[in-house]
């Protein structure tokens, strides 16, 4: 035997660099649908976000309308709620103030003191509700695009560019900090 190899040494050779390859396409495979699937929970919790955004707008509205706080309280409310309602562009930094604007007036609102209709008290049930929704959707966002950026950031990642040309998923943040719950 000088220096040559036999017909077995090959093949083990052979089926281990195989084994090594499989393994490796089989990682790069997973990681890559996996990266696909983060990035579609990332659209999804944005558009679940949207949804409860609009909808506590829409509620901010209807307290601002029909729960007979006092007018200059109804008039910031329904101006801060209708501005959130006009923007267009999903994720502007003009939408995230006008977000942040309306919590800002929530908190400041003083609810009715006086004795409240059950309509009146369902309808600011229905506010403090759409805002927790919004807190959680947020935090539900937040965390998939931690979750999608943190498997683009892998190394080999990167360099295979398996993200392809999906854009960089970004949080979103602004003052969601109401109504407490309780």
Known sequence: MNGTWRVGEIVVVIAVILAVLLALGWYLSYTAVRLDRLHHRVKGTAAALDAQLVRRAEAALEVAYLAGIDPASATLLATSAGRVLDHEEAWSQERLDAESELTEVLRATQEPEAAQSAEVEELIERLRGTGERVQLARRFHN???????????????????????AKVPLPINFDDDWPNAG
Do not use: W
């Not at 931690?146 to 392809?164: I, K, Y």
């Open 143 to 165: 965390e998939s695009v931690h979750e999608a950026r943190d498997v683009r950031g892998q190394r080999l990642v990167r360099f295979l560019h398996l993200a392809g040309r």
